[in-house]
């Protein structure tokens, strides 16, 4: 199995920077994405961005290509989300998520974290 802890969330003003850390541990070699969603109240939860372990191969939504970027540390088992020119409408619990492909639907990925609050304000 695969543990995610997820951190760095927290409340920014608009046009701020924030960048996530989720750190993996347990059998790590055993998924191939390593995947951002977020969650805002009353709302679906959506896909933000994807990276896969090996090659560092990037997928982003609509909303925040250009904005955000996904990297990661395969030394540390820890993949990040750079956040800047953040909006309103940003705000959302924010997920980390483990699976064998990148899939833009939630139910592609095994193993989340227990998400970190991202506030924007206005």
């Known amino acids: 199995q695969v543990q995610l802890v997820e951190s760095g969330g927290g409340l920014v003003q608009a046009g701020g920077s924030l960048r996530l850390s989720c750190a993996a541990s347990?059998?790590?070699?055993?998924?191939?994405?390593m995947s951002w969603f977020r969650q805002a109240p009353g709302k679906e939860r959506e896909f933000v961005a994807a990276i896969s372990w090996s090659g560092g191969r990037t997928h982003y939504a609509d909303s925040v290509k250009g904005r955000f970027t996904i990297s990661r540390d395969n030394a540390k088992n820890t993949v990040y989300l750079q956040m800047n020119s953040l909006k309103p409408e940003d705000t959302a619990v924010y997920y980390c998520a483990a699976g064998p492909v990148v899939a833009g639907r939630p139910n592609g990925y095994e193993y989340w974290g227990q998400g970190t609050q991202v506030t924007v304000s206005s």
């Open positions: 347990g059998r790590t070699f055993s998924t191939q994405v």
